[in-house]
């Protein structure tokens, strides 16, 4: 009986991986169960300096060039033979995009219940998960009975945390011949220096108020000063101003940052559903009546042509001082 | 070609939501329901493709009768037919039930391509399509945004964080569907008219060889909440240059954030 925790990588461990390795590490100590790891990728080698102090005890490397992308063949027959080899009882994986479809996937293998999107996850003689439904304007709290019992967690959201720098033990795992349907043909990376929205510590969101797209440079530029990511709301992008994969909110990508800067962004639900989980939200616009700052931490009543280009040279001189 | 599309009436959720007094479930009265906003743009896709190539399009939902309503749309935008899974049983099952059910609907349909939305803004579960897949063995592909079929083989764009892959699946195989693939069309009068005419199918578990005690619930709902809203909503005052810099000064001093 044991907690098994998927690493999501992309060459390297991706933050969520080590967010999921805190979660579960709280719940194999809650259950008293053992705690491993599960990793598929190309190679985990030194990298696994940084899997100290989860509690891990053995992390499971499959490490095979073929399979350093994702792949459904390929990754879900391990872990589904690996949970029955372990007799795992608690698996916890990431609700990245990708992760979303393998733990999905490894959960109808495994004939398994699962959360996806999670928030908080807990043990109380089950796995207990913490969930928002309906674009986030109700919380629910279940509790999974059936074993093996599944959860994914909200990236961003989990605090990475170590305690003491106990290492796991790694096996190395041979792979298993699999012949895979699906052909990745091209794996494309978005424009270097991009930060990727939903990872990101600080988001920078322009909405209407940015007027058009040719001011859309004004919400990039704070984004720059920050060191964030440039989101948008969802009129912004109906309105052909900016990419759809710039979209927080309910039909677009579901963040938590650190900060969350929404600027000329009224408020609507539907926003609302792609950053509620946010830490500290900022709201800068010129209506003082916008819902946006019913739910901010911190509000300006401004024009964002002012308030964006003074905010990022202010952010400038504090983080060159 | 059968192509099956997975559908789902949901809440709109620009309502406002209340719970009951048992904390347990949502109040419903005073709610509007849609289609779930990806499952239209899967509806599209699917109709694109019929055009394109010639397919019969199957909507295929899973609920009680006011399910047929986001069926009729679909119907009145250019799929053929539905086919809902509907009675006893059918209520109180989680992703892992729906999706047993819903394999085994698409199986009796004989789909070569399945088209789901990638995920239903109700329960926000993002499993059910995917899980269809894997119990009928089929290639799969989640959130795409762009879609081609060349003869056998579907090749598709799926957003990832920080990029994209596209990938060739050969067919039978489930495509879950992200929003920017397409424009998803208004039905006009006249096919609204004709969708009435339109058959729709309904089969039990039992029919589909399932049963309600096989697919009972691992998960249980302990309560439902309204999420709290601690948020400072602290508006600064004072000119421009003032409240910028007050701004930094909570950022970095009070919140230890900057």
């Known amino acids: 009986m044991s907690v098994l925790v ?36 190309q190679s985990l080698s030194d990298q696994a300096e940084s899997l100290k102090g989860f509690g891990i005890e053995k992390v499971y490397a499959y ?25 795992a009882k608690v698996i916890i994986g990431s609700s990245s995009a990708l992760g979303k479809e393998f733990c999905a996937s490894v959960a109808a293998r495994l004939g398994a219940e699962l959360v996806q999107d999670a928030i908080g996850l807990g043990w109380d003689g089950g796995l207990k998960a913490t969930k928002p439904l309906y674009a986030g304007k109700v919380i629910s709290e279940t509790k999974i009975t059936t074993f093996p019992a599944m959860a994914s967690v909200r990236p961003n959201v989990i605090s990475i945390e170590r305690n003491g720098d106990g290492a796991p033990e790694l096996v190395k795992r041979d792979m298993p011949q699999v012949s895979l349907r699906t052909v990745l043909k091209e794996a494309a990376q978005a424009t270097a220096g991009t930060i990727e929205l939903t990872e990101a510590k600080v988001v920078v969101s322009g909405g209407r108020g940015i007027g058009g797209p040719e001011n859309w440079p004004v919400i990039e530029d704070l984004a720059k000063a920050l060191g964030a990511a ?13 990419h759809h994969s710039h979209q927080v909110g309910q039909t677009g990508k579901v963040v938590s940052p650190d900060i969350y800067v929404a600027c000329g962004i009224s408020g609507a639900i539907q926003h609302q559903a792609g950053m509620r989980t946010s830490k500290i939200i900022v709201a800068i616009n010129k209506d003082p009546e916008a819902n946006i700052f019913k739910i901010c931490d911190y509000g300006i009543v401004g024009d964002l042509f002012e308030v964006c280009p003074l905010l990022a040279a202010e952010v400038r001189k504090v983080r060159a001082s | 070609m059968k192509i099956a599309v997975l559908i789902k009436r949901v809440p709109d959720t620009a309502s406002v939501f209340a719970i009951n007094p048992d904390q347990k479930s949502v109040a419903t009265d005073k709610l509007k329901f849609v289609m779930s906003p990806y499952d239209e743009h899967a509806v599209e896709e699917a109709i694109k493709l019929k055009e394109a190539n010639g397919a019969d399009v199957v909507v295929v939902s899973l609920g009680p009768d006011s399910a047929k309503e986001v069926m009729r749309t679909a119907l009145a935008m250019g799929a053929d037919e539905g086919l809902l899974v509907t009675g006893a049983g059918t209520d109180s ?65 799926r957003e990832i964080e920080g990029g994209s892959y596209t990938l060739e699946l050969p067919l039978p195989a489930v495509i879950t569907i992200e ?10 009068l006249p096919n609204i008219m004709k969708a009435k005419k339109k058959p729709i ?26 999420p709290r809203q601690n948020r400072r909503n602290h508006i600064i005052d004072g000119d421009t240059p003032a409240r910028v810099n007050e701004l930094i000064r909570l950022l970095k001093e009070e919140e230890k954030a900057l």
């Open chain 1, 230 to 242: 440039a989101g948008a709301s969802r009129a912004v992008v109906d309105a052909g101003w900016v």
């Open chain 2, 201 to 226: 199918a309904e089969k039990s578990l039992a029919d589909l060889g399932l049963s309600a005690e096989a697919l009972a619930p691992g998960v249980v709902l302990e309560s439902l909440s309204l």
């Open chain 1, 63 to 87: 490490e095979n060039a073929s399979l350093s992308h994702y792949s459904n063949d390929g990754y879900v027959p391990i872990v589904r033979d690996l949970v029955n080899e372990l007799g």
């Open chain 2, 179 to 188: 929003k920017g693939i397409n424009t998803p069309r208004y039905p006009t």
């Open chain 2, 93 to 157: 099952l989680t992703s892992k039930g729906v999706a047993e059910a819903l394999a085994a609907a698409v199986k009796s349909i004989g789909a070569e391509l399945v088209f789901a939305g990638k995920q239903a803004v109700d329960d926000d579960a993002s499993q059910v399509a995917e899980r269809v897949a894997e119990l009928l063995e089929m290639a799969h592909a989640s959130v795409v945004t762009k879609f081609e079929l060349n003869g056998g083989t579907a090749v598709v764009n």
């Open chain 1, 6 to 41: 998927l690493l999501e990588q992309r060459g390297e461990l991706k933050p969520c991986a080590l967010e999921a390795a805190t979660i579960a590490g709280q719940i194999a100590k809650a259950s008293g169960m053992a705690l491993n790891a599960c990793y598929i990728g």
